[in-house]
């Protein structure tokens, strides 16, 4: 699975902002797949993640109720919405995927097989 994330940009606090993640492959559908960010000379951090088929979905505390993580397997494609920005929200963020159908909390990096490049995200106050 080859990942392209887009859709980063400068905004300021309290706007929104989607972001986007084309998959390739045909197995996109089977993954389990999550948004990471991560901020300037920090380690790279959990968002988001949600299964195969959508129906389920975990996110961090710090971006509960304000982002949401959906997926199209028609179009291999993950989207994240971010409302409410803020400041702290200003970082890199990377999509990744695991091939695997069977849903858990996966927070950790190391969990996941591929990555996409990242987008660049800057909230200003």
């Known amino acids: 699975v080859q990942l392209q994330a887009s859709g980063g940009g400068l905004v300021q606090a309290g706007d929104s902002l989607r972001l986007s993640c084309a998959a390739s492959?045909?197995?996109?559908?089977?993954?389990?797949v999550a948004w990471f960010r991560q901020h300037s000379g920090k380690e790279r951090e959990f968002v988001a993640t949600?299964?195969?088929?959508?129906?389920?979905?975990y996110y961090a505390d710090s971006v509960k109720g304000r982002f949401t993580i959906s997926r199209d397997n028609a179009a291999n494609t993950l989207y994240l919405q971010m409302n409410s920005l803020k400041p702290e929200d200003t970082a890199v963020y990377y999509c990744?995927?695991?091939?695997?159908?069977?849903?858990?909390?996966?927070?950790?990096?190391?969990?996941?097989?591929?990555w996409g490049q990242g987008t660049l995200v800057t909230v200003s106050s």
């Open positions: 990744a995927a695991r091939l695997d159908r069977s849903f858990f909390r996966r927070e950790s990096p190391d969990l996941y097989n591929y």
């Open positions: 492959g045909r197995t996109f559908s089977s993954c389990q």
């Open positions: 949600i299964s195969w088929s959508g129906a389920a979905s």
